[in-house]
């Protein structure tokens, strides 16, 4: 039974990244062979729906065999092809939950307001198989493969936005976020011209073996980090992230800011623990030092710049900016508990801020309502909508029992462990920042007279008010579940960042 598990889990691994492709492929075809010239309304939607469900049940089945059986290895390519290895363990199928999650809540606002565009599902589902292949691959070029297909597939996604300017967003983001890509492959190059492995595992012991204190291994990390950095939109490399924000459709938005940074935060991981260890960290004081000001910086000015704000998703953008500041800074305490307290962050941001990026399109669509002062007594027209704000705005303040507050504890405790008091000092300050600029959407929603156009319940659907409520009960269900959680992952973390 366990050989037959660990084969199931090898087409697994190779299941969930190539089955959303299969499904974008296979739109393809239906609508220029069977639709031709006028596919009908949701019948994109309903390919992308189906297909990642199927995609939602392979999670599931990887999860499982990997609770019985612990992680696990594919091995793609050799003799004519290139060889890459993916590996699976519990912190990889994290994210790509997070993945499907999201991408499959999106499509209840989706298939009413669209777009409903053939070209936009195809698009949206080889976003889902990008970044599963991300956060799977165990070969660094093969994370930068993925990491264009990511790129390629977000910039048609942009295109579609409602706004005129919406292609010199999509052009400002691909060559952002290309540069990134190629600076990341630059460090890749070095690290190869010292090892001859791209392989993560075998890349990390040879290393090693050369020094860490070796200009060219540090030479390589640094610029390693620097791509990624770009990619996760750390301050100052954040432009692109606001930008996209403010020009993508709502589904767009809600994606860019839960999962596009967090497969890149993953990486970000990988390249940090597998390849260069804690080990490297100690050897390197400075470096470590200069990435954990940078994280804190863009903690606090995220939040700052969120702060003045009056545009819902223009708060939404830099709060995301300082929420990954926040992860990155867990990541760089390199200690269990920070890392626990980062991936719980990354995984609560998600499902929180792609929840809320819904939450402003429903509201948009309903009241016309994007700005501070246009939030004015929403609450009484529409009590569900503001009460998920409400939840939701909580959960990414920090309060108890929230995700949100679980993930700062976490990262602050060990930050505190290892004398890190800035960076509890600067978790405390951005928390009561957030607490600032949230509160006052609140207080508008409940307590300002209602002055704005009203379209009607029926715009908004009950698919629509199950998935943000939803959202809402996870980010309790996780914090309040999070010493399960901490079990189920203290084996991949333990390993993750112990010695080499």
């Known amino acids: 039974m366990i050989d037959r598990l660990v084969t199931l ?22 609508d220029r062979y069977y639709w031709r010239d006028a596919s009908p309304r949701h019948g994109p939607w309903a390919v992308a729906t189906v297909t990642l469900s199927g995609t939602a049940f392979l999670s599931v089945g990887l999860v499982i065999t990997l609770v019985i059986d612990g992680p696990t290895l594919y091995d793609f390519g050799g003799t004519l092809l290139p060889e890459f290895v993916f590996r699976a363990d519990a912190l990889s199928v994290t994210i790509g939950v997070l993945d ?41 070029v093969a994370i930068f493969l993925f990491v264009l297909v990511l790129i390629a597939v977000t910039a048609r996604l942009i295109g579609f936005g409602e706004k005129a300017d919406s292609t010199g967003g999509v052009r400002n983001y691909t060559l952002t976020a290309t540069v990134g890509a190629v600076v990341y492959l630059c460090g890749v190059v070095v690290a190869f011209w010292l090892t001859g492995t791209t392989d993560t595992e075998a890349l990390g012991a040879a290393l090693s073996g050369v020094g860490y204190s070796e200009p060219a291994v540090v030479g390589s990390f640094v610029v390693m980090t620097i791509g990624l950095a770009l990619l996760v939109a750390l301050f100052p490399l954040h432009g692109w992230l606001v930008e996209t924000h403010a020009k993508s459709t709502d589904p767009v938005s809600a994606l860019i800011s839960g999962v596009l940074p967090a497969a890149a935060t993953y990486a970000l991981l990988r390249v940090l623990f597998d390849v260069y260890t804690t080990e490297f960290l100690q050897a390197n004081p400075t470096v470590t030092d200069g990435i954990i000001y940078g994280a804190v910086g863009s903690l606090i000015l995220g939040n700052v710049l969120a702060y003045g704000q009056r545009d819902i998703k223009g708060m939404l953008a830099y709060s995301t900016i300082s929420q990954f500041g926040l992860v990155v800074a867990g990541l760089m305490v ?22 809320l990026c819904l939450v402003a399109g429903i509201v948009a669509i309903r009241f016309d309502a994007r700005t501070l002062d246009e939030f004015g007594g929403i609450a009484t027209r529409s009590p569900v909508v503001a009460a998920s704000f409400v939840g939701l705005g909580i959960a990414l303040i920090g309060l108890p029992p929230t ?19 800035i960076v509890v000092l600067f978790v405390v300050v951005s928390t009561m920042l957030t607490l600032g600029y949230v509160v006052r959407f609140i207080d508008r929603l409940y307590f300002a007279p209602f002055e704005g ?15 943000i409520t939803a959202a809402v009960l996870i980010s309790l269900a996780i914090g309040l579940g999070s010493v399960f959680l901490e079990d189920a992952l203290r084996g991949a973390i333990e390993q993750l960042v112990a010695p080499e």
């Open 9 to 30: 889990s090898t087409w697994l691994v190779a299941g969930v990244i190539v089955f959303p492709a299969l499904g974008a492929a296979l739109l393809h075809l239906i």
């Open 100 to 140: 499907v999650i999201l991408t499959l809540g999106i499509l209840a606002y989706t298939v009413t307001r669209g777009p409903h565009s053939r070209r936009f599902y195809t698009a949206y589902l080889l976003f889902t198989s990008a970044v599963f292949g991300i956060v799977l691959s165990g070969d660094l």
């Open 334 to 355: 390199a200690t269990e508990t920070a890392v626990f307290g980062s991936i719980i962050q990354l995984f609560g941001h998600g499902i929180v801020k792609g929840a």
């Open 403 to 421: 995700v949100g507050f679980v993930g700062k504890w976490y990262i602050a405790i060990a930050a505190m462990d290892q004398g890190l008091w």
């Open 453 to 467: 156009p009203d379209h009607g319940a029926e715009t908004v659907t009950l698919p629509m008010l199950f998935v």
